[in-house]
């Protein structure tokens, strides 16, 4: 597939705030000290964690402050720089002032991690009337209501989206590819790569209890710079199975996002019960140190329903209710799967973001009295449970390298796994694709005359022919009317039995007693057009072998084949 195919790629439309955690910093320190505004340009500040520089202004840079200098030596080239303190609390409290401003031009918004934004770009776009005019509105929008700078960028994917939005840039559908080939390789250390398409070194209390194994993108950089793999283009141009091969199922996943594709999201899991955890606030919430008290109850009431099913949340919506009635809500994206202190760290950042944004000067919010916890996105807890006997998937990593070798040896389409895309006949509902490549898109129905639930076990790729005769041995068949001509009583395999076949004792020239069945389900295949075709399908159940084997059998232009077998 050409990194031009937009089939499964989504229009992403990226809000960053360059620097973010510097700009966050210097806003706290202008208001704790009451001095005036400070321009980086022009006067160098820098900002410091556990003594190395995180991040530095465009003047500190010019004076020599660069990040990853230890504090003494930035000290050393630019004496005169404003040396700050990081506060990842605070810049996640006051992110909030941006996600809101962003709010007002496109609800949906998720916050990806403090100073980037993700949401949906095609319907804001055709409500505003294009691309360009929907990332104006996002920049003026955000400049007006918080005083900052942004930048938007719009391409297909998460990953082109947000190297686009470094330069603001909005990349033509189909052109993603193109425009990442340039880039340097390095460029991959902001891949969202991971079951909550999340970004890594997300601050969280709980780094110890992350059981899950991660990709370490500065060293996988690194390998691949020592290869002498300078661009994502150089990535992108080498075989799709000789990179899985070598190096494994994860860098695959970045060689797919560097040539511009996007990999098929996690499986949504809906269970039958909309899971809430919420609770009510006596007294109401109205200071930032309350956050802390009211997060961990409330994230462990959410843990708790979440084990009792099975599942583990990667996205998460928050939800406030004040005491005028108004409410608001936020979504938080994660890097896999959320635990509780990475949900009580959450609650409190959006708590203070909330109280904190009427205190900086923005919309008003009053005392809040409810806190709702909406997971959005739930897996199966064994996708990210730990093993018995080590680490979590190791069994998976295990045929992840299988998978890899063959599709080396013997090439791409060695390894395929089933995909549901939609169809009438269950032969075409699921397509066979090459493992951890790009999904083909789901045809939307509706499907007039599709097998309900449940469908057979096995599925013939090529239906084997059979017949259906009634008592007298006169052929059976399905009328204009949709009806049998006569209620079946045998049927003969005429094509030689298949594995699946022969196992439920049905064998080449045997015949079988139909004991019943049910009604013929009439499959019209495009009626208004000169080829379309006329089909119906009959569930029987046969005597075979002495025991009971139900089947699919499907008629078309006269004749009858087996479409599937039940177990």
């Known amino acids: 597939m050409s990194s031009t195919d937009t089939r499964t790629a989504t229009r992403i439309a990226a809000v960053i705030v360059p620097d973010w955690p510097l700009v966050a910093a210097l806003d706290r320190h202008q208001r704790r000290t009451d001095s005036p505004p400070v321009d980086l340009a022009l006067d160098p500040v ?36 404003l040396v700050l303190e990081g506060d990842r609390e605070s810049e996640s409290a006051l992110f909030e002032l941006v996600a809101a401003a962003v709010d007002t031009v496109a609800a949906g918004v998720d916050v990806l991690r403090p100073g980037t934004l993700l949401m949906a770009a095609r319907g804001p776009a055709r409500h505003h009337g294009g691309e360009p005019v929907l990332a104006e509105r996002i920049i003026d929008a955000v400049a007006d209501l918080t005083g900052w700078d942004c930048s938007v960028g719009i391409a297909d994917g998460p990953f082109a989206a947000l190297l686009a939005a470094r330069t603001g840039r909005i990349v033509h559908p189909g052109r993603s590819g193109d425009y990442l080939a340039p880039h340097p390789i390095g460029a991959l250390r902001d891949a969202p790569v991971g079951p909550g398409w ?17 990709l370490d993108l500065p060293e996988t950089v690194d390998l691949l710079q020592r290869l002498g ?49 919420e609770t009510a606030l006596d007294p109401p919430l109205v200071r930032t140190d309350q956050a802390a008290f009211v997060a961990r109850p409330l994230a462990e009431q959410l843990h708790s329903m979440l084990v009792e099913r099975g599942l583990v949340c990667t996205r998460l919506r ?21 635990t509780v ?41 064994s996708r990210n449970a730990p093993a018995l006997w080590g680490s979590a998937g190791e069994a998976a990593q295990r045929a ?14 060695a390894v395929q796994v089933p995909v549901l895309v939609g169809g009438r006949l269950l032969a075409e509902e699921v397509q066979l694709v090459p493992w951890r490549t790009e999904k083909p898109p ?11 639930r449940p469908v057979p076990a096995t599925v013939f790729r090529t239906p084997p022919p059979v017949q259906l005769q009634d008592a007298h041995g006169d052929p059976v068949v399905v009328t204009a009317r949709g009806l049998l001509s006569a209620p079946p009583a045998r049927l003969l395999v005429t094509a030689p039995g298949t594995p699946a076949l022969q196992r439920i004792g049905l064998r080449a020239g045997s015949t079988h007693p139909v004991l019943t069945h049910g009604s013929p389900t009439v499959i019209d295949e495009r009626w208004w057009t000169t080829g379309g075709n006329r089909a119906a399908r009959l569930q029987l159940v046969l005597a075979a072998a002495g025991e009971e084997a139900a089947v699919l059998a499907l008629s078309r232009t006269g004749e009858w084949f087996l479409e599937g077998v039940y177990d």
């Open 442 to 452: 789901r045809r939307v129905g509706p499907w007039p005359g599709s097998l309900p």
């Open 341 to 381: 202190a990475d949900v009580v760290d959450r609650i409190r950042w959006q708590c203070d973001g909330w109280i904190t944004r009427s205190r900086l000067g923005g919309p008003a919010t009053g005392a809040i009295v409810r806190i709702g916890l909406h997971p959005l996105q739930l897996e199966p807890a």
């Open 229 to 277: 793999i300078a661009t994502l283009g150089d990535l992108a141009a080498l075989p799709a199975a000789s990179v899985a091969d070598r190096f494994g199922p994860d860098v695959a996943t970045l060689h797919l996002l560097s040539a511009g594709r996007e990999p098929a999201p996690p499986a949504a899991h809906h269970p039958a019960q909309p899971i809430l955890a």
């Open 198 to 214: 999340g970004h890594r070194g997300q601050p969280t209390a709980t780094r110890a209890d992350r059981t899950e194994r991660r």
């Open 318 to 338: 928050i939800v406030a209710r004040t005491e005028s009635g108004e409410e608001m809500e936020r979504t938080w994206r994660h890097d896999g799967a959320l």
């Open 46 to 81: 820098i900002l410091v964690d556990q003594h190395r520089v995180t991040h530095a202004g465009t003047a500190a840079q010019r004076a020599g402050a660069l990040p990853g200098m230890r504090r003494r030596a930035a000290r050393a080239a630019c004496p005169d720089a």
């Open 400 to 413: 992840s390298r299988a998978f890899a070798r063959a599709q080396g040896l013997a090439g791409e389409d």
